[in-house]
Structure formats: structure tokens, C-alpha cells
């Protein structure tokens, strides 16, 4: 992905969060992306690879080149898809804006939750349309912090996501992209646009989605931004306590979740 401030950080724990957010999300996200033996893949923004072990281990036979601009990244993507067992994928340093590939190099373009973090997310889809060849596709999947929604409410907790949508903001990204794939993806020039709607719904009936996606994932996320949130005036630490206590209360028995991706598919 392209040098933007990632408002999440680098941190260990934020690689833990990204592997437990992949490993939660891969059947709701992933059922339908697959890819035929043979076919050239870019995943363009891989990070620290969690979603490229998926990728990998759905299209066993193709051939998928993944590319960040974090070196450190890179690393740690290339070890998590080595010790899943993966030789099938090489890692390129790379801009997704200044991509070091001639036209029509690839069958597949698979983008995930790496537009959230530009300042210019269209011309990103732009800069990578010119490397499929005619007839390729792009898969694009990014969440929406507005569709978060659950019970019991809390203005606090509502406020708190508004904080990370306000700190990704203030970095050049937009953490409300996922209703915009449709419009971003047919201005970019992709024909046989497509987006379908993937909601995460969380009760104490689902406890598998509770702890991974509700907790592990979205409260964790949340969560990282508060000394950020604070120092810059955005909460008082006591609000930002109450909450972040109000998001973990909706992982109770009596609590509900629910939050929305965008999974949007387009042609060249």
C-alpha cells in the first residue's frame, strides 16, 4: 500500500489482531474468492500477510505475487505464509501507486482493507487496472465504521468509533469507504461492478464471533486509538473508559454486534 499514516500502528498486538480479524472473517469474506490453477494473482497491500495465508490456501495452484511498502511487513508476511507451508507466493516491495510491473501482468487483482488508509483510494484503482489483462478481475473488500451498531447502546461507545473514523481522517484514509467500493470501483474504469454485503452479527449464540470479531477484533481496534483519541482532545479519558467499557458490554450474554464489509468485484 502507499505511505499513509496506518492509524492502527505496527505494534505486536496489532499484528495479533490483524491474524485474529483474518482467522474470524475468512468463511463470511473468503468462501467465494478463489482463484483457477495457473491464473496470476496480485494482492496489492498484503501487510503482514494475514489475509495472503487465505489467499493461498484457496488457490493452491495459482501463482500470487503480494506487495507492500512496509519492508517490515513484508517480513513478517512472508515468515506467516512459510510456516503455513505456502511456496506458492513471492513478495515484492513495492508502491501500490508506482508498481514496478508492465501492463496486463496479471488474471486477478485482490485488494483488502488497504483503500481505508489513502488519500486517494480512486486513483489507486486506477494505477492498477492497466495491469490486468482484458477480461481480468479486481476484488476489493473493505469494512464501514458507520455500520457498527449493537446493544445495549452507549452514546460513549458510538462516540469512541467516531474518534478512530476522526484520527483515520486527520491520516488521509476513510474508515466509511465500504459504502463508497461501488461508485470508486465503476469510476475507475471496471466493468461488471458488483458489491455484496457481508454483515458480522454477534449474540452470545455465536460465541466463536464474540470473542473473535467483537472483542479481538473491532473493540481491540478501537481500543489501540485511545491515548491518540485523548491527547488529542477528542475524548476525556473517562469518557473514552465508559466507552470502551460499552463495546466490551455488548460481548455479554444479554449483548449484540453487528458491523457490515463490502465486497465489491469488478472486470477490466
Known amino acids: 500500500m502507499a505511505e499513509n499514516r496506518y492509524v492502527h500502528g505496527y505494534s505486536a498486538r496489532e499484528s495479533e489482531r490483524l491474524s485474529d480479524q483474518a482467522r ?22 498484503c501487510g503482514i500477510g494475514a489475509q495472503t495465508v487465505i489467499l493461498a490456501k484457496n488457490s493452491p495452484g495459482a501463482r500470487i505475487t503480494s506487495i507492500d ?9 512472508e515468515e506467516n505464509v512459510r510456516n503455513h507451508g505456502f511456496s506458492h507466493v513471492t513478495f515484492r516491495q513495492g508502491d501500490i501507486f508506482h508498481l514496478p510491473f508492465p501492463p496486463a501482468s496479471f488474471d486477478h487483482i485482490f485488494v483488502c482493507f488497504v483503500l481505508e488508509h489513502l488519500a486517494e483510494p480512486g486513483r489507486a484503482l486506477e494505477q492498477l ?14 469494512g464501514d465504521h458507520g455500520s457498527a451498531y449493537f ?28 459504502r463508497q467500493l461501488y461508485p470508486l470501483v465503476s469510476a475507475a474504469g471496471f466493468s461488471d461492478v458488483h458489491v455484496s454485503p457481508r454483515m458480522v452479527y454477534a449474540d452470545s449464540s455465536r460465541p466463536a464471533l464474540v470473542e473473535g470479531f ?4 473491532f473493540t481491540a481496534m478501537v481500543e489501540g486509538v485511545g491515548k491518540e483519541a485523548t ?10 473508559h465508559r466507552g470502551i467499557t460499552g463495546l466490551y458490554r455488548t460481548a455479554m450474554d444479554d449483548g449484540v454486534f453487528c458491523y457490515t464489509f463490502f465486497k465489491a468485484t469488478g472486470r477490466k
Open 129 to 142: 487496472r492497466p495491469l490486468l489483462n482484458d477480461g481480468g478481475t479486481i476484488t476489493v473488500i473493505e
Open 231 to 240: 491527547d488529542a482532545g477528542l475524548m476525556t479519558e473517562e469518557e473514552w
Open 214 to 217: 467483537t472483542k479481538l477484533t
Open 151 to 178: 446493544h445495549p447502546d452507549n452514546a460513549d461507545a458510538h462516540r469512541a468509533i467516531g474518534c478512530l473514523v476522526e484520527l483515520q481522517r486527520r491520516g488521509g484514509g476513510n474508515a466509511l469507504i465500504g
Open 24 to 45: 474470524t472473517l475468512t468463511d463470511l469474506l473468503h468462501h467465494d474468492t478463489r482463484y483457477p490453477a495457473g491464473s496470476r494473482v496480485l494482492e496489492a497491500g
Open 69 to 77: 511498502i512496509s519492508a517490515d511487513s513484508l517480513k513478517k508476511a
